[in-house]
């Protein structure tokens, strides 16, 4: 049974930095490419970032781009998604995934 599993996020104020970590189990993880992904209230699930599974390339959105990055770390079955510069319309649980399967996702509100 394949998990992930969120952790990281929390209340800030605009323009701090949050790293959020997604710690995988139950497959191969070293095998597939990871993504983070967001819903805000009242809105669909949007993509925010994605890496391959040996790290040469990675994707983002593009209101994030700059602001946000994703890595792995394959010997410890984690991904992270580094934000700086938190603007209040990054506000939204994130969610880890991998082909087929979705974390339970971690809060990050940004709030003066």
């Known amino acids: 049974q394949v998990q992930l599993v969120e952790s990281g996020g929390g209340l800030v104020q605009p323009g701090a930095s949050l790293r959020l970590s997604c710690a995988a189990s139950?497959?191969?993880?070293?095998?597939?490419?990871m993504g983070w992904f967001r819903q805000a209230p009242g809105k669909e699930r949007e993509f925010v970032a994605a890496i391959s599974w040996n790290s040469l390339y990675t994707d983002y959105r593009g209101s994030v781009q700059g602001r946000f990055t994703i890595s792995r770390d394959n010997a410890k079955n984690m991904v992270y998604l580094q934000m700086i510069s938190l603007k209040p319309e990054d506000t939204a649980v994130y969610y880890c995934n991998t082909p087929g399967f979705w974390g339970q996702g971690t809060q990050v509100t940004v709030s003066s």
């Open positions: 139950g497959r191969t993880f070293s095998s597939y490419a």
